[in-house]
């Protein structure tokens, strides 16, 4: 049988294949696997670890062969000996949020897109991959060497899954995730998450009691609420309407304090211009209010140096861009305010021409001129594969194949589970184009493209492990 024929008749089966691919993404959507509290065998919660077990399940029924990494991580299989390729997906997800149409972990069909939290990020494309291998082994094609789905666990907080299941295991020769864009990405920024504080006792009439903003590091804050002392609802009126912000503001008077809440839009920290930032719009209008005391000038300081709308560190010094990667970006992504002790949490993604020290070492001292203490910085370095290595020409040949379109190689904000593998890249799941609301309410992913996740990976094996 010809090369030819062998993709179509793998293109043709997974299509058959399709409302099992759905009805399996919809029994993993159930899962609210978000980082919840670890429990024995369950490191980063039971709905994380029971996801794990139903999508090892659901392998195992394929005769497939799997092992579960104490619940850090799991493997599939289907080919003897160590595998020649690795894919890394992930099965945890983002808290949902609010916004939603219905039920994040109840998925929906509606005009040709299955809605749910995870649906592309990225418990979609894991199930592609699942597929992919099923279609493989099913028709009996050969492969000459192996392949290995990696799922992991821990990806949308820092990734321990995988630290543990590599000090384990060994990477493969090749690794790509279904966890980017198509058609390859070849480089993906650094990233720092900083954090900052600051002790400020509660002074004077107008006064900021509590503040408490964002929940996750790597995400645009959509909400963000304050409590006041000693300012008029009318004061507040005017105060949100001179800023005349895209952020929707809502207030209410209980007990002789004022409670304000700043009502923004949620997006991934490597792309804060998608979203409407709720900590740094309530910061400007507590700003407006002129509070008493060193409270008001942390609240000044903290507006200087994290502007609303601002996404790139300029005020703060670190505006930094080149031309493989574009523009540094920087987010104040988590606030809080209480019993006199200030918290803030930054998200910074840096070009792949500049370090971490490059970074901080302009980022720290101006926080410290303004009397905030930094700590707990985690960085990791930018990740870069070269454009014409023979594993990024041979999936770009598969997305050329697949799509009959230009294949070609761009660079990202966020961090992959490759991004300390040695030429390791991403490789899909989305178009370029798509919005899927990652992250967002109402995250979705088309069916069709559900499909057509399976048959990329499927050939992309197919090209790499084949005879």
Known sequence: MSNTDIKQQLFDYIDTLEGEMISTLSELISFPSYQQEARDGAPFGTPVRECLDHALAVCESFGMKTRNFDGYAGTVTFTDG???????????????????????????????????????????????????????????????KGVRLILGTNEENGSG?????????????????????????????????????????????RTLIEFHGGKIINAVPELASAVVGGVSKDEISKAVAELNSEVGFT?????????????GVSAHASMPSMGKNSVTALLSLLDKLSLDGEIGVKIAALCELFPYGETNGASIGIDFRDEQSGELTCLLSVLDYENGKLRGCNDIRLPVSFTVNDILSVYKPKLEAKGFSTHDSMGMEPHYVPSDSPFVKTLLGVYEEVTGEKGECIAIGGGTYVHDIDGGVAFGAEFMGEDNHMHSADESIKISHLTLNAKMFALAILRICGE
Request: hydrophobic residues 30%; aromatic residues 10%.
């Open 82 to 144: 160590e595998p020649e390729l690795g894919i890394l997906a992930h099965l945890d997800v983002v808290p949902e949020g609010t916004g939603w149409t219905s039920d994040p972990y109840t998925a929906r069909i509606e005009g040709g897109k299955l809605y749910g939290r995870g649906a592309i990020d990225d418990k979609g494309p894991a199930v592609s991959v699942i597929y992919a291998m099923k279609a493989l082994k099913d028709l009996g094609i050969p492969l000459r």
């Open 161 to 205: 899954c995988m630290r543990y299941y590599f000090s384990k295991e060994k990477p493969p020769k090749y690794s790509f995730t279904p966890d980017g864009n198509y058609p390859v990405i070849n480089i993906e920024k650094g990233m720092i998450r900083g954090a900052f504080e600051c002790e400020i006792p509660s002074e004077g009439n």
């Open 251 to 263: 207030f209410s008077e209980s007990g002789g304090s004022i409670r304000i809440e700043a009502h």
